[in-house]
């Protein structure tokens, strides 16, 4: 729970505030911008809720928050909001909100799916959200990005029987996935296309489905440069697979950038090769 003594400076007046407890994850910026920016090295309600769609934003990002570090004054509409999770986006693609410390507050998403509904990382251990997701039908596939965002997979995995899928060469976070992607071609699995994307981990990989790329820690949207952005500085296994990585993603046609951390985006097609070939030109490649 978030501690009022150690609100931090930034936040504007009223209810809501954020502690010195927080990570910098970006969580509830991405649920709710309205009503947090990013502070120095923290984030800050920039805005307090008035209209109750705003309370409700507000209220998802402090359930989601991996620290507890989001608080207000008030609890009340908290056991209404967390039956919104997961929380849809479009076309059948939801956020499942409630990150986990044990990934850096990561987001991870739901695939509603005619063959089997689809995990992409996963949230923290919710019994709220493991019944919200049993009543759209459950799971037949975790698919882990990467080694980092595993969290509570093996949770969601068991409690439906669900195949986790992750790269051999970031299998050592989950030795007991059921599926272990070989090597760096895309593979497709009816509806969707796994796509190995070495660089941030050996083993990162994206997963493209209909328009919608979720790229774990591969890419992201950046509010302050208005543009896709990767990162050298967060980059654990090589920068130059990484950046070749990016380059493959021009092979592919999609509109959303769905990451772990990071902003999420949705631009046309057109725009986002754009935006890849210029950051790819930024670092000479």
């Not at 407890?21 to 309600?45: H, L, N, R, Y």
């Not at 970031?170 to 509806?191: E, L």
């Amino acid at each position: 729970m978030a501690d009022i003594k150690k609100r931090l400076p930034c936040n504007v007046p009223g209810d809501f505030f954020v502690d010195a407890s927080c990570i910098d994850c970006d969580i509830c910026t991405e649920i709710a911008p309205a009503i947090f920016g990013k502070g120095k090295d923290s984030a800050c309600v920039i805005k307090q809720p008035k209209a109750k769609e705003e309370e409700e934003k507000a209220l998802m990002a402090l359930l989601s928050c991996p620290v507890g570090a989001i608080g207000t004054r008030s609890k009340e509409g908290v056991r209404e909001v967390i039956k919104k999770f997961p929380a849809k986006i479009e076309d059948g693609v939801y956020r499942c909100g409630l990150s986990s410390k044990k990934s850096y507050g990561a987001m991870s998403y739901f695939i509603l799916h005619p063959d089997g509904n689809w995990m992409i990382d996963s949230p923290r251990e919710n019994a709220h959200l493991l019944k919200n997701i049993a009543s759209l039908g459950g799971l037949k596939y975790i698919f882990l990005t990467h080694e980092d965002d595993v969290a509570d997979a093996e949770f969601y995995a068991k409690a439906f029987n669900a195949q986790v899928i992750i790269h051999e060469r970031d299998a050592h976070a989950y030795p007991k996935a059921d599926i272990k992607v070989s090597g760096d071609d895309p593979t497709n699995m009816g509806d969707f296309t796994i796509i190995p994307t070495p660089g941030h981990t050996a083993g990162h990989m994206v997963l493209l489905y209909k328009n919608f790329l979720f790229t774990g820690d591969h890419l992201w949207y950046s509010p302050e440069r208005k543009r896709l952005w990767a990162s050298e500085e967060y980059c654990w296994y090589s920068w130059s697979h990484q950046l070749k990585s990016i380059k493959r993603l021009l092979d592919f046609r999609f509109e959303w950038v769905l990451p772990g951390h990071g902003r999420s985006i949705k631009m046309s097609h057109k725009e986002i090769k754009r935006q890849i070939k210029e950051l790819l030109l930024m670092y000479n490649f």
